[in-house]
């Protein structure tokens, strides 16, 4: 019998295809050793059928990796189709151990078969692959060729001989046919890093592969009828970007290859070769694209500076170990670090090294290649964190004055960065989602409300910066690209600033690139450059009017679109590199994509000097040269799987019988309401959910839910979230990311493994299976006290409070609209004691104040963890709804409130003195409550 891929065999779930083809590998090898057992006891038939099974799935999928490749796949069928139950068993045994241990990237033996050694004609490897010592870098280039398939064996052949001792790394060659072909191995193997194209290619696919042709539709993407011959490498070379734009692409043509370099479409193909010359030109350019992405030029210089022997006159003791390696009493210190981590301790910013302050060598570089490589023009590298990132922004852009709508759950960071900037903040609330104790994100309605509020009383020219939070802590990711594109219909100069903190490696993954900030800031661009921009401005004209009118009802509704002409495309990102790659804790970045960037670059050299420290840590800027190199190679895969387990958590937790009793992961349905929904998006396991409806809902809903963020109630549990988060840490070793009253959040990222996922599910199933036993154990009495306490948690909860507005006294004119307040004034305030007042809050005193007044205006920001941002902020008044939450709350970390005191305020008799201590605009009149409303997100 001939195996051979099934015609009908479908390749749909090719995004999660990478982790599925290890598992029936492994299947593969359960089913193989299964036989030969079999076959051993005499019963040689058995069990052939069923590894036959498992291998037709497998032929569909290895024919996108390099390993083991055509070779050894026909051996194997050759083995089965002789009946040899036992070769076959040790071949699969082989190759299953070689792709989970990765050693088929060093061990050149890995790629024979057993008769090899001395056939003659072996295909054995030059012993070039990485084996000894050298352990070079594997990487699999992807080679696209018209050539027969039958001739591709001979030119994979061709192009293994290329390899010289000198290369620094080694790869394989990946053969397809056809475009969509290359599409799904770009798709799927996560090896893959460079990929070489040949002109004259077909589009079809030889496998079935309905999904890819809803995908490829969904986006436009391939009108294969549209496309003449030559341009389908191109073409091709395009949408191989879309979903790795790391990836180098090299177009080998035999047509006028001067005309394709020189044009600008063909601009993200790193050369274009005439087919017929040296393949060995290709081969050391392959290499070389890799070898950029892999030099880290800090980290590098770095080793050698540790390497070379250095003596210090200088601060820095640490530095080369010598007073810890010989210390009586530190020696464990030495011991425990090793010495590489004090002899790359450094002060200097020459010989080699470079300063972050101001940096002109390896730093600069550096951070070019990490600009590049997350899609921005700039990038400045901070070493404490975004908290930092976020204040150099502030401290760059904005001024005192400036007016800056941001979410009133945002980061501390962005309130402390008003502070000292002297920025406006206009808080816009995010929708509640009371029932778990937690914001979801603002709702653009409600961001244009409060800008066409700024714009209908004449204050929109100092409106300077919109401020969002993408991902949010417990994953609702904005609608990026919409957000700034209507936004820019108002305002065409604005500038925003997206706090990725959490949502990094989202750059890496194809379906969340485009919701992040220079994801969007790219398509924005492009949008821009396009006939179509114009257009649709147009349009808008004849419907809405060339100015917008602020008070037009429509413009809440529909969608606005800039004017190409003037809209300005302004975006900085910020991200913990350290929450979501490979840096250390504080590895920080800003990313800069303004095309007005030279109004704040002065700006922001300044923002680099007030807050970076003129000591930063050498092991951070290297972890972050390091993390921008990983993720660069492996990114994508890495990011892949970690959505993949972060699926694999949901289905098994939403599967289990006895674990679902007691707790579920709240789907997108539930932490995002419908009407943010648009596409229908229900949830990742959802029946009918398939990639494709995961990409429309990432293109046209207003908030997607970030798959890798998953909030796991464990109220229905009885435990409120900080009491489980507990338990999982002291008991189980587990450790969480934030809780809630009623909920934990789990996070999956590029270090878990599959690993943790079944420790995870077995201890869900321990704590559920122990409910279970105590509540048949203690009967009805234990029973209802389980019910009440589920209910206390899951109902009881309370009402989350918004931003009511800042007192009058730090209100420009307390009759706006709009409730931006001088929240520095009030701040500063209270640095003098005797300008402020304490008041517990039990105390009746409370009641009274909110009944008669005068108004309590918080002295002090009070950030209750969780929910971790502040309920409070300095001159704000503070109403019975906060009063209420805070009375509430049974969390045990609130920072800026002193229980013994209570409540920090300003005395009404302060309230409007400058700073200084001298007299600033008096208190005016009445509190506007009524318009205060007007701003709030409802
Ligand atoms: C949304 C957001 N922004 C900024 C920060 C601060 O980041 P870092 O811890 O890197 O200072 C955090 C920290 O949790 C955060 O959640």
Redesign the pocket.
Known sequence: MKIQASSTTHLDHFFSASAARLDRWRELNAKAQAWAADALGGKPHQGRAAVEAALVELYALEDFFAYPGPRLMKVLAERINSDDAASVGQLVRRISGALLSGSYRYKSGEWETADDSDDGMSERLPSTLGDGDSHRPYFETLFVTPAPAANRAKIAREIRHLRRVEDAMVYESVLVGSVEDALLATIMNGKIEAVVIFDGIPVPSQHNVPLLHDLLASRNALDTTSLAPHEIGVTLAHLVKRIRPELDIYLLSDRQVEKVAGDPAASMIRRVFYEVEELMEVHLNVLEGVADRFSTPFFDNLKRYAARPIATFHALPIARGKSIMKSNWIRDMGEFYGQNLFLAETSATTGGLDSMLEPTGNIKVAQEKFARAVGADHVFFVT???????KMVYQAVTAPGDIVIADRN??K??HYGMVLSGAQPLYVEAFPMTEYSMYGAVPLRTIKQAMLNLKAEGRLDRLKMVTL?NC??DGHIYNTRRVMQECLAIKPDLIFLW?E??FGFARWSPFLRPRTAMGAAAALEDWRASPDALAAWQAQVVELGEELDPKDPRLLDRTLVPDPRKMRVRVYE?D?I??SMSAL??G?IVAVRDEDYKHHASAFHEAVFIHASTSPNAQIIASLDLARRQMELEGYELVMRAIEIALNIRREVSRHPIISKYFHVLGADAMVPAEFRASGFRDFLAPGSTWVTALKSVQEDEFFLDPTRMTLVCGTAGYDGTSFKNLLASKYNIQLNKTSRNSVLLQSNINNTRSDVALLIKVLLEIAQEIDARLADGGDSECAAFAARVKNLMEDVPDLPNFSRFHDGYRDDPGNITLEGNMRDAFFAAYNEDDCEYLPLMSPQVEERLKSGPELVSANFVIPYPP?FPIMVPGQVIEADTIGFMRKLDVKEIHGYNGTRGLKLIKPSAIGKAPTGGQAAPATAAPSKGKATATKGK
């Not at 404490?384 to 976020?390: D, P, R, V």
């Open positions: 404490n964190g975004t908290s930092t990132s976020n945002c980061h960071s962005h939070t949010t802590f706090d903190a959490w910020t913990s350290h929450k804790r504080q920080s971790g």
